[in-house]
């Protein structure tokens, strides 16, 4: 029996629509996850509008096992994730007074201040995402965790959260390197997947020293049924007359 | 009276969402289809498997005025978008011609030629993307582009469709940079933003030159609007204390 465990990625974020910044949380999160045994099963990017976002994660919330989203957690008029977090639960926000704390060790005028304090707003029944970088934390509504957009203060808080989530089955991988065009062996790729559909083979055309190749990569939980995989697609490789490159784990 | 033109991305592909592979296809496509007045309002990074496909597409192609593909157009197992697109808009596959004759020029043994034909299907009654990199062509189904994952295909694909494409108001943006926290200007710009409702305003924090700041941008399609919140912006900063930088259209 698998055992697997989902999660959705939500990146809010009118920049990354516009294509002014180049999002890399995703794949940050994807290996991350991965690794405690929690598959990314669909990204969303969307926009900083407030019904759009309450509907995708009342949408991922019940489709997956945990979501996390990206972004619109700062001070301004478009950090509107905490709100529209809340409205997805159906509850209020409140000031947490742990962020609220955190956030008044470091005076400032008051406006200045109540800016601030906006980022201690969480939906009632929260709790929290440590912030390593010593900003404001994230939080988390049921199996909905809410991060920072910033990279590396996402990937602060994220960390804190290993040990803590459920994890399913590991999914490992087994990259082999052939230097065939992918319709030289795709025939064979076809069989092997046929032959054992527990694993997923991926088959990603490259150029490198001046060569164009495939790279082979198989994924799955069980790492004999990879092994077995394997050693087939090598041999469709010798099969086709080339002499394949065992990458090992590497993707 | 605003005249916007809509698109979804759909990036298909288990090596996104497994984080082996960074997507850039959607900055390429957001920046490159905002230069053409088509704002990108949505992305989703799904999996290859077919039922998703299949109810992301019909999803987005009813919500948005476009839906542009990235992946899963080679030849291998894994390759299933035509059939999905086929799928969704419930018709059968068939073997373009001009695709054919184009894969056909290559000779090859007869089983790897039946993998390239692969690549030759589409959906019945579809038109064809050229593919200025040689290799074969995309298509397109009504308002849903189906592109190649591979970033320089997809980009050469891409380009062939300048000047066929209905573009509304073209969005641009204006920046200003500020060595202020957000929190310092926060109170202002969201009431920037309440007195201009037809521009966003975004407030992105940096760390440049040893110094924290913010970078402020602002998008909406009249240049004179844009001018007038420019210089709202700007003297919110020098009430700060701060003097602005204009970026000009730099995001």
């Avoid at 009632?124 to 390593?132: R, S, V």
Wanted: negative net charge; hydrophobic residues 40%; proline residues 5%.
């Amino acid at each position: 029996m698998s055992n697997i465990v989902s999660a959705a990625v939500l990146i809010i974020g009118n920049e990354i629509l516009s294509g002014r910044t180049q999002d890399v949380n995703l794949n940050h999160l994807a290996t991350t996850l991965g690794s405690w045994g929690i598959q990314v099963r669909e990204a969303r990017v969307i926009p900083d509008i407030e019904a759009t976002i309450v509907d995708n994660v009342n949408d991922c919330r019940g489709k997956f096992d945990y979501v996390f989203t990206t972004g619109g957690i700062g001070p301004t008029h478009d950090d509107i994730t905490a709100v529209c977090i809340a409205k997805a639960f159906g509850v209020p926000t409140i000031q947490h007074p742990d962020i609220a704390a955190r956030i008044s060790q470091r005076p400032a005028p008051d406006d200045v201040m109540a800016s601030r304090l906006l980022m201690a707003r969480v939906p009632e029944g929260a709790g929290l995402i440590e912030n390593p970088t010593g900003g404001p934390q994230g939080f988390v509504m049921d199996n909905v965790y809410v991060m920072a957009g910033i990279p590396m203060v996402m990937q602060g808080m994220l960390s804190t959260l290993q040990g803590t989530l459920r994890g399913g089955d590991i999914v490992r991988s087994r990259s082999i390197r052939a230097y065939l065009g992918e319709s030289q062996i795709a025939t064979q790729l076809g069989q092997i997947q046929a032959q054992y559909p527990d694993v997923d083979i991926g088959s990603y055309p490259f150029f490198r020293d001046n060569r164009y190749g495939t790279a082979l990569v198989i994924r799955g939980t069980k790492t004999n049924v990879l092994e077995d995989v394997a050693q087939a697609v090598m041999q469709a490789v010798r099969d086709s007359g080339e002499e394949p490159e065992d990458m090992g784990s590497e993707e």
